[in-house]
Structures are given as structure tokens and as C-alpha cells.
């Protein structure tokens, strides 16, 4: 017999919650093969097969939680599917036939709602079916018939996730603590707009990816912060923490919930490089490939609610971080330009600074700034 352990989880966790069972008991399978889904409260995490042959056993369920080195079940090596005999039989998760296995998301939504995942169209890289896929399904007008026909009133209980439970604890430690405020502002949009359409054609072809508007926040961003090392700064015991680089955090909404990848010595970084480390942190966040590496630090936030349509909103700080810039969808909206009206492309910005270190001056210059470089992008390749 060979064990099945839970394996190191990073640093400082020690454990998780099993999210997803994906191979049973009795089930054969191949060295490095997905057996179960963990999820802490930063990651989702795989726990492979450490060799061929048949699972013995299984003594854990979707939903327990586990800690590192816990052995949870273990495999005959080398024994084809049929001549093992289950020691315990657990509930493993609906998976598709013609798709890879289910995320944790998708198999709850499939569980609670009894669906065939054969049914659902996956868009997902590989055919994988997203949460997204799963939720139109439900909404189709077939499944709105078989809605109508169970209308039993009833509530879906379903267990936070263990990220979806730090979240909320980090968010609510950060209004608990920090003095909050936010500053608000508008930039018109019409310069990056032009300087991204001029030269996109050109910028794929050289670098093999778009140039979006992400580099250019951050790019300004680190210009101002540069300037205003308050904003770039944390508060530790009694003491003001000035930090001499700067490490962006971008955050990005996921199946499992909100993670912020941080790009690493942006200021040192061109917008290649910076649209590149974005784009690079997109897909990995889309494929569940974000690790607890990749979101390890971070002296400023950018987050962008403008991909979900948000016209504006007040962001909250990600402690220990003092400040954290919201950007917002991008509206025509009629401005004055040298006492005529014209329509521009405008864009709500909001930056929430912790005040017991920022003071309001200082968030005020910074958000000017960020808009001054924005509407001339030529400051930011001059560096004034």
C-alpha cells in the first residue's frame, strides 16, 4: 500500500478543506493523476496519485478539513480497477464524459441543482466547463421548466470556501483597523485610447500579446507613488515601514473568489513588461493556476471594477497595504474642454487610503498625479 498524504501547503498554512473528490475508491489511476481538490485560504491545490494502481481507500469527504502530512487514504500499487475491495466508500464528484474534471464551483452548482454535466456546454480551455458555463445552463429555458416543476420552496446551504472565508475576514480586519476614506476623481481616456489604437497593430506584432490599459495604471501609478511614498507605505506596531520598490497587486476575481497576484518591481518594469506579467497572471488566474508565490507581498493595490460594468465604488485597502486605486468603466460622458462641450471618453477613479498614515493632501496630489500622467502618456515615457 502506498499513502495517500496531504502535502505541504505553503508557508504559514496548515490546512485546508477538501474541495473535490475526484477519483473514488476502487477507481484506478496513473502516477501524477488528479485524485482530490484541496482549498486553503489563499489557493486551490491538487493532490496527485504518487503512483499507478487502485485507490484502497479513502477516509475523508468533501467539506473536512485537513492538515499537512495527515494521510487520508492510500492506493495498491500496481493492482488493475476490479480487484481491490473498498474499505470506505466515499462520494466523489458528478464529472462529465466528455470534459475534464469539475472545478469545486461547478460540481456544487451540479450537485445542488442535480445536472448532467454531459448537458452543459463547456468554454473553458480544454472543454473544461466554467462556473459561468454552469449558471447559464441553469438559467436556459429548459432548465427554468424543470424549475417550475420542483418549485418547492427551499434554501441552498452551501460552506464558505476556505478563500471565500479569509476575504471576508481580511476585508472586515481592514475596516476594523484602518481610518478609511476615499478620494474621488475623473480621467478622460481619449490620449491612452489613441496611443493604444496607433500602435496596438505594431505592439502585437513585436510582442505577441495587446497592449491593454492596465500597464498604463500601473505605470502611473508607480510615478506617483514614487512622489508620494506615504501611499506606498505601512503602518508595523508604532512604526511608518517606507518601502524603496514598488510591488502592484492586481486583483482579479475568480470561480473561488478574489485573488491578488502582485507584479513584482513594477517600477523597474516597461510596459511590455508590465502588460506581459498581467497578461501572464490572467490566464493563470483563469486556469486556477494562481500560486500562494504569486501573491506573496504587495505595497499597492489597483483594482479594476470597470470589467464588470462598476461606474464607481469605494475599494477597500488590502492590509497591510495603506491604499488601494479603483478604476471603473470607461462612459462618454459631455466634459468642458476649453469652454466648449465635448464628449470624451471618462473614466471614475477611487483611491481609499488608510488616513492615520495618508494624510488627505497627500491622496489628493497622488490621485492628480495618476490623472495628469494618464491624460498625457507622454509623461510617463518622459518620466515628468
Known sequence: MVEIKVP????????????????????????????????????????????????ELLNIKEGDTVVVGQVIGSIKEGVSTGNATPTVQTAAPVQATSHNA?????????????????????????GRITKGDALAHLESPKSEEKSESNSDRKDDIVRMTKLRQTVAKRLKESQNTAAILTT????DMSSVMKLRS????????????????????????????????????????????????????????????????????ANKMSIFELEKAVYDYGIKARDGQITLEDMKGGTFTISNGGVYGSLLSTPIINPPQSAILGMHTIQKRPVVVGDQIVIRPMMYLALSYDHRIIDGKEAVTFLIRVKQMLEDPARLVLGI
Do not use: W
Open 8 to 55: 505541504p501547503l505553503g508557508e504559514s498554512i496548515s490546512e485546508a478543506t477538501i474541495a473535490s473528490i475526484v477519483k473514488k475508491v476502487g477507481s484506478s489511476v496513473k502516477t501524477d493523476e488528479l485524485l482530490i481538490e484541496l482549498e486553503t485560504d489563499k489557493v486551490t491545490l491538487e493532490i496527485n496519485a504518487p503512483c499507478n494502481g487502485t485507490i
Open 102 to 126: 469539475l472545478a469545486p464551483s461547478v460540481n456544487r452548482i451540479v450537485h445542488e441543482n442535480n445536472i448532467n454535466p454531459s448537458e452543459i456546454s463547456g468554454t473553458g480551455k480544454d
Open 184 to 187: 474621488f476623481n475623473e480621467v
Open 198 to 265: 496607433q500602435y496596438q497593430d505594431e505592439f502585437q506584432k513585436r510582442y505577441g500579446i495587446k497592449v491593454g490599459f492596465m500597464s498604463f495604471f500601473i505605470k502611473a501609478c508607480v510615478t506617483a507613488l514614487k512622489e508620494l511614498p506615504a501611499v506606498n507605505a505601512e503602518i508595523r506596531g508604532e512604526t511608518i515601514v517606507y518601502k524603496n520598490y514598488c510591488d502592484i497587486g492586481v486583483a482579479v476575481g475568480t470561480e473561488n473568489g478574489l485573488v491578488v497576484p502582485v507584479v513584482k518591481d
